[in-house]
């Protein structure tokens, strides 16, 4: 174990080993591992900071979905305190679950390496990492001790690993520990060796043997498989079948009455059922060489059935394999299916499109035919409710093209495109849990206020979504007027509740909804016109007149082109605007809607709604369902937002 002298300069002077050769240098940071998910940097923080100061903390979250992966990093200033935390604090209860804290190992070689890693096998299922780990510190310094449990049941699998700094430790702890009894059981304690490496791997000699045909025994399989070489075993699994096989339709008979008539036969009385031939065995052979060439021979074999039935087929391919564990059969499917994923993604990366805000009455072949002047469609589809062509449209589809060029050219061109009536939203597909991240990533920097991150906003304030004047933005003085302004500029919507965010006359400028031809500023009659210059009173207060040196007078400009009628908001309409008036006319429209259920909070959240593109905030002014439920999101990142500022 390395320490550390008084003097800062020194660097901790290296022990030697066993072997004698240095032991390795130890940093200041510590491993923490077997963490509960919900386990946070502030809660690490809490308690190793109580051991000694602490430099940084890190947990290692998914890349995604930022879930946390279980283990954390904890960096100390001083050597000496991520020792005393070592010592300590290992295998303490961190939220209901012991942790375990070992060396942080920067170079990969000494524990890729395997030397003075030992594998203990057959442990009692009380065992835990603790009770490994005091039985075998007697033989060394141990940078790392683990019992392997279930990851669902948390139950001990009965084998673990401990690995020693050095190799003679690692030899002591094998040569005094191995054939003990530890808690009733005789344990055995090796060298750890790779999968790859183990001799079972290249020197299998146990064959597994499927679609065995029914009338087959063992003797039979064992007359087959015997002319490969001598058979240690051979067996072929026998018991009651779960599930019955189905009766084959022969022609012309209709499916769904023949089913019927099947299902309604009564089953057999449990006393009744024989076992039989379950169409799986196993054949092990004395030698390897001759279970190779047993699979490499009959492997694919056609074999005859004897006595088939009628639409069955009268020979049967046999399968053979290497015999394999469940759990290693597991982890090569799941590689194998993880591969085709990953295959199936990136053959339909950048080239495959994600069409929103459709229609109900779009149907596939008019999806293709809108897409089909940009370039080679592969594939198109409207999302709906049910397998049937008929059934109701969930609103959305995609579009596959054969190039990337190609797709981009689409994203360009047909975003935003009106299709029966209303706007399409185009963009490239993504997996779900990308987007999730993404939309995860959004909310937090919005939280935050990050203004380095193109496209946010901040959270918005009290009353204000996008669109609003600058002047609405600036910091307020007395009696809530914003610093800069003049008051005569000042106007409020008759009958605002008090705390009502005041608007400014001027280029950008108008009434929240509702209020529309209300009452203005003092002296200003109904229905005055709203687009007029900044820095220009309107009639009835000529008295007042800015003074060109006066500081932050706004500047003249000219009127703005008259707003579009506040009346039916159409798509064409729409699209005749420019994008800062769209959002200004949609805010109009979703305004009223929002304050009827959420008065305190309309504002914000129709600011954040504005954050979606047009096409979406047509369907929530169309659909009160997609309306509520996008409130109730934003109510809830309006809460997490609090939540963590009080924290």
Partial sequence: MSTMTETPPAPPAPTQGANGQPAPFHSAS????????????????EIFNAVGPVASIRVCRDA?????????????????????????????????????????????????????????????????????????????????????TDPETGASKGYGYVHYETADAADAAIAKLDGMTIEGLEVN????????????????????VKNIPLHWDDEKLN???????????????????????????????????????????????EGEQREQNLGYGFVCFVTHENAVEAVETLN??????????????????????????????????????????????????????????????????QLREEFSSIGTITSAR????????????????????????????????????????KPIFVALAQRKEVRRAQLEAQHTSMGRGNPSMPGRMPMPMQGMYPGMPYAMLQPRGPAGVPQGYPMGMMMAPRGAP???????????????????????????????????????????????????????????????????DAGVLTPAALAA???????????????????????????????????MDNGELLHLLESPEALSSKIKEAIQVLEAHAQSAAE
């Fill in 30 to 45: 510590l491993y923490v591992g077997d963490l509960a998910v919900d386990v946070n940097e502030g809660l690490l923080f």
């Fill in 64 to 148: 995604v979905t930022r879930r946390s992966l279980g283990y954390a990093y904890v960096n100390f200033h001083q050597v000496s305190d991520a020792e005393r935390a070592l010592d300590t604090m290992n295998y303490t209860m961190i939220k209901t679950k012991p942790c375990r804290i070992m060396w942080s190992q920067r170079d990969p070689s000494l524990r890729k390496s395997g030397v003075g890693n030992i594998f203990v096998k057959n442990l009692a299922e009380t065992i835990d990492n603790k009770q490994l780990y005091d039985t075998f510190s007697l033989f060394g310094n141990i940078l790392s001790c683990k019992v392997v």
């Fill in 189 to 208: 304690v090796i060298n750890f060796m790779r999968r790859n490496e183990r001799p079972d791997q290249a020197s299998w000699t146990n064959a597994y």
């Fill in 223 to 269: 007359t087959v498989f015997a002319e490969f070489g001598e058979i240690a075993s051979a067996t072929i699994a026998r018991g009651i079948p779960k599930y019955k096989p189905k009766k084959p339709k022969a022609e012309g008979e209709e499916g769904p009455e023949g089913e019927k008539e099947e299902e309604e036969k009564p089953e057999e009385p």
């Fill in 300 to 365: 694919g074999k056609m074999f005859p059935v004897a006595n088939p039935k009628e639409g069955e087929p009268e020979e049967q391919e046999l399968f053979v394999c290497r015999a394999q564990k469940k759990n290693e059969r597991e982890r090569e499917l799941k590689s194998m299916f993880d591969q085709m994923k990953v295959e199936r993604i990136n053959k339909f990366q950048g080239v495959n499109l994600y069409v929103k805000n459709l229609d109900d009455m779009v149907t596939d072949d």
């Fill in 382 to 421: 409207v999302m709906r409710e049910g397998k049937e062509p008929t059934s109701a449209s969930r609103g959305f589809g995609f579009v596959c093209y054969s190039s990337p060029e190609e797709a981009t050219k689409a994203v360009n061109e047909m975003n935003g495109k009106i299709i029966n009536g």
């Fill in 498 to 564: 008090r705390g009502y965010p005041q608007m400014v006359g001027g280029r950008g400028a108008y009434p929240m909804p509702g209020y529309v031809g209300g009452r203005g500023p003092r002296g200003m009659p109904r229905g005055a016109p709203r687009g007029q210059p900044r820095g220009a009173m309107p009639r009835g207060q000529q008295g007042f007149q800015l003074k060109g040196n006066v500081r932050n007078a706004p500047v003249p400009q000219q009127a703005p082109a008259p707003q579009p």
């Fill in 577 to 611: 605007a420019s994008p800062e008036l769209q959002k200004n006319m949609i805010g109009e429209r979703l305004y009223p809607l929002i304050h009827t259920s959420q008065p305190e909070l309309a504002g914000k959240i129709t600011g954040m709604l504005l954050e």
